[in-house]
T-cell receptor, first 112, second 112 residues
């Protein structure tokens, strides 16, 4: 059964720092991996989608990498800003079930 | 503007009173799904639909029903709500297999 784990569960950094959020999954049979942002009480906003054949995707200050063989993905946020404060979720689309399996999320606080 | 809408956004009801949460998308996507989000349990899929008149159970379907009579709408029905269905519900849509998922703003349901 596919399981997705995100470490750390919470992170607090000063503004301007570069940071890395981690996501690991137990089954390498995935179609893709997606990173989302969720603000308190709000919906999920898609940040980056990496297909299983890709190694990384970039959007602005965000860079996501995927190492399918080791079951890991990282989300790199450059020059963090207070507006980046949110919960970040990763989710894998299982190649066996076709379902999107979510991690528990990392709650990020960027202090001014 | 491409979007997924849900109504109502907030609902407080009592045990046993049937309710429907609507979901509508204007992206002409075939794939739609419902999730619930609970503290400590993350996001879990309730039901999904690959196309009109095609629906299937997700991981936690008990106590829920869905219908897909038109491509744009995918209502979630609780025939007899119970307090353990108090949760934050999200509708999501996806253009095709392996594509990015887009989420609605969420519906916060409280069952007393």
């Amino acid at each position: 059964k596919q399981e997705v784990t995100q470490i750390p569960a919470a992170l607090s950094v000063p503004e301007g720092e570069n940071l890395v959020l981690n996501c690991s999954f137990t089954d390498s049979a995935i179609y893709n991996l997606q990173w989302f942002r969720q603000d308190p009480g709000k919906g999920l906003t898609s940040l980056l989608l990496i297909q299983s054949s890709q190694r990384e995707q970039t959007s602005g200050r965000l860079n996501a990498s995927l190492d399918k063989s080791s079951g890991r993905s990282t989300l790199y946020i450059a020059a963090s800003q207070p507006g980046d404060s949110a919960t970040y979720l990763c989710a894998v689309l299982s190649g066996n079930t076709g379902k999107l399996i979510f991690g528990q999320g990392t709650t990020l606080q960027v202090k001014p | 503007e491409a979007q997924v809408t849900q109504n109502p956004r907030y609902l407080i009801t009592v045990t046993g009173k049937k309710l429907t949460v609507t979901c509508s998308q204007n992206m002409n996507h075939e794939y739609m799904s419902w999730y619930r989000q609970d503290p400590g349990l993350g996001l879990r899929q309730i039901y999904y639909s690959m196309n009109v008149e095609v629906t299937d159970k997700g991981d936690v379907p008990e106590g829920y029903k869905v219908s897909r009579k038109e491509k744009r709408n995918f209502p979630l029905i609780l025939e007899s709500p119970s307090p353990n269905q108090t949760s934050l519900y999200f509708c999501a849509t996806q253009g095709a297999a392996y594509n990015e998922q887009f989420f609605g703003p969420g519906t916060r349901l409280t069952v007393l």
